[in-house]
């Protein structure tokens, strides 16, 4: 594996605190703990974005399917019309 | 930071799966980017509205999309002084349980394109904007 060497700045309290985990044995080293830090990160970021592709994806898939009903070939008045019927019948049997 | 509560009708979800380049489109692609922010509530009167209208090979996948707890549905119990209430107000018979879920919910918003509940924008209770006028106004804040 080949290592890259970096110089970080950070506000003394961070570097102090980070300090305090290497010297409770919680990690080997600082640069330890910047690596596993880094990796926590670059796996949540991963998972958050694998969610936000699922969500797009999900809706998507609704569209193509929903491409080959008559909803499609509604104008946005004939959909809201269509539903204030659905609306006005859940109305009649739940409410009156 | 304290979420804020948006009812989403059944038509901005119909439209905005049936449509790309609509408001309606934009904000159901945007509500999982909103999430931290907004949570968005539909009935369960909203659920069987957009369920009776697409077939049914859809579905499982809408509730699916359900499972990302993205959009939950809550449960309304039957209030009829909040019925009283926007009926006296002039609501329609099938709006009257949507708005008067978006009250005992405490919404801030009432996200829907009907020209109905558009035009009692003097609700107190909480704000009704259509996609469009929603998505600007996160843009602003």
């Known amino acids: ?96 | 930071m304290l979420k804020k509560k948006a009812v989403i009708d059944s038509n901005e979800i119909i439209l905005g799966l049936t449509s790309e380049n609509t408001s309606s489109a934009i904000l159901i692609i945007k509500l999982n980017e909103l999430k931290d922010k907004y949570e968005f509530i539909i009935s369960d009167d909203i659920y069987q509205e957009v369920m009776r209208n697409i077939p049914n090979y859809t579905k499982g996948k809408f509730n699916k999309l359900l499972e990302f707890k993205i959009i939950t549905i809550n449960d309304f119990l039957t209030d009829v002084e909040l019925f009283q209430k926007y009926k006296n107000l002039g609501f329609k018979k099938g709006d009257i349980a949507i708005a008067s879920f978006a009250d005992k919910e405490n919404a801030d918003i009432l996200i829907s394109e009907n020209r109905h509940f558009l035009k009692w924008l003097q609700t107190k209770k909480f704000k009704i904007l259509n996609a469009e006028q929603f998505l600007k106004e996160i843009i602003k804040f």
Not at chain 1, 48 to 62: A, F, G, S
């Open chain 1, 1 to 96: 594996m080949e290592f890259k060497k970096v110089n970080i700045t950070l506000p003394a309290q961070l570097f102090e605190k980070s300090k305090q985990l290497v010297d409770k044995g919680l990690y080997s080293s600082f640069s330890d703990l910047v690596r596993s830090s880094i990796r926590k990160e670059l796996k949540e970021e991963h998972q958050l974005l694998n969610k936000e592709d699922e969500w797009q994806r999900k809706i998507k898939e609704i569209r193509t399917d929903l491409q080959k009903t008559e909803l499609a070939k509604m104008s946005k008045e004939q959909i809201i019309k269509r539903l204030r019927k659905t609306r006005d019948r859940i109305w009649e049997e739940k409410y009156a």
